[in-house]
């Protein structure tokens, strides 16, 4: 029964939690204006797992025969024959159930919002077929972790919260343009749209950089909004050195340290902000 969990546990790419999981809880300090209660930082990590998770098994079943032709992607769970179609559904099912559930604990509100964020999950793996605009989409999806953990809190969407979830987007927008850098010439043969694959490697990394300096920005409007001090001043700085050697990893001529700009340097960044928002708000 382990093995077969990893082997779903790996299907999600569980452990890509690290990038949306930190920002969630970071709305939700910001929303306290310190520690929430116990209770709701637990049903904020429930939602948020089942919300994923669905989200992740939605990717991974409309994309299977996507999949199945990409030489980078054609062993994954599905496409391999490891995890059936019918089995993913299921999986998907229960997960939409968790993250209903999740809500409905939370507030209302939540509860009215959960389909409008699954119907974005739906959406996302769709854009790619007509749109090179589906990383803005994607980020579109993981801001919902952020806006979804402020309502969780105060039971409203206000406008405080709003530069951070946009910093979400550009940040995940961006570095899912240079992820999208090894599947080129995938995506030009069978018809996928990426920025990449409209505007060529170049232009990409610059797009991807200046996302990320609107991620920066934002991150100073959210600081200056919410009153933030030195602490978190200090961690912004922290992020700007880690977005700089994210993009000092990839070059136009070398993609070589491609995932280690992917997984490790996003997962520091999100998780910089979580920590230096916290010593903040608590120091």
Not at 13 to 19: D, L, M, R, T
Not at 161 to 166: G, N, S, V, W
Not at 258 to 282: C, E, H, K, P
Request: net charge positive; glycine share 6%; proline share 4%.
């Amino acid at each position: 029964m382990l093995a077969r969990a990893a082997v779903y546990l790996r299907m999600i790419k569980f452990s890509h939690s690290v990038f949306a999981l930190p920002f969630a809880f970071t709305s939700a300090l910001l929303a306290a204006g310190g520690i929430p209660s116990w209770n709701k930082i637990f049903w904020i990590t429930v939602a948020m797992v089942g919300g994923r998770s669905a989200a992740m098994g939605l990717n991974r079943v409309i994309d299977r025969k996507v999949d199945a032709l990409n030489p980078r992607t054609f062993q994954r769970e599905i496409p391999a024959g490891t995890i059936k179609t019918a089995e993913a559904i299921v999986f998907i099912l229960a997960s939409i159930l968790i993250f209903l559930y999740a809500a409905y604990r939370l507030n209302p509100l939540c509860l009215k919002l959960s389909p409008l964020a699954l119907a974005v999950f739906v959406l996302y793996p769709y854009t790619k077929r007509f749109t090179w605009l589906s990383h803005v989409v994607l980020g579109i999806a993981i801001a919902g972790a952020p806006v979804g953990a402020w309502i969780a809190l105060r039971g409203t969407l206000d406008m405080e919260i709003i530069p951070l979830a946009l910093s979400v987007v550009f940040w995940l927008a961006g570095f899912d343009v240079l992820y999208a850098l090894q599947d080129v010439d995938f995506d030009k043969k069978s018809g996928l749209r990426s920025i990449p694959q409209r505007f060529g490697i170049r232009r990409a990394l610059f797009l991807a950089r200046t996302f990320h300096i609107l991620t920066w920005m934002l991150l100073l409007v959210t600081a200056v909004i919410f009153d933030l001090g030195i602490v978190f001043h200090a961690g912004l700085v922290l992020v700007g050195v880690l977005l700089v050697h994210e993009h000092r990893l990839v070059k136009e001529d070398d993609l070589s340290r491609l995932n280690m700009a992917f997984f490790n340097m996003n997962g520091y960044i999100s998780l910089t902000v979580l920590v230096f928002t916290l010593f903040d708000l608590i120091i």
